[in-house]
């Protein structure tokens, strides 16, 4: 069960971080990842860490948002930058048992409720 928090209303050039607390399942093998949909949009990918710490982003947050995880804590951050009034949607958590990381949202087995982010302008 993944319990996603943080959002909020910002305004542009603000910051956020977002939560996402695991329970139930081992975590510290699991790769994490940040999904985010917008209104009349489909879900797209933001960002993913592996046990290890590697990372990935897409290339619209890339140098803005930083994605790290605790595994004591059985959570996952995503600490957002210099936001933007594009960046406003849901933000999903998910988990997937597989080790490489993954964009598509196919791919993970395991999602949490999503967490509002509204960027004004």
């Known amino acids: 069960q993944l319990q996603a928090y943080g959002g909020g209303l910002v305004q542009a050039g603000g910051s956020l971080r977002l939560s996402c607390a695991a329970s139930g399942r081992a975590f510290s093998n699991n790769l994490m990842g940040w999904f985010r949909q917008a209104p009349a949009k489909e879900r797209e990918f933001v960002a993913a860490?592996?046990?290890?710490?590697?990372?990935a982003y897409s290339d619209s947050v890339k140098g803005r948002f930083t994605i790290t995880r605790d595994n004591a804590k059985k959570t996952v951050y995503l600490r957002m930058d210099s936001l933007k009034p594009e960046d406003t949607a849901v933000y999903y958590c998910?988990?997937?048992?597989?080790?490489?990381?993954?964009?598509?949202?196919?791919?993970?087995?395991?999602w949490g409720h999503g967490t509002q982010v509204t960027v004004s302008s």
């Open positions: 860490i592996t046990w290890n710490t590697i990372t």
């Open positions: 998910a988990a997937k048992l597989t080790l490489n990381i993954d964009r598509s949202p196919a791919a993970y087995a395991y």
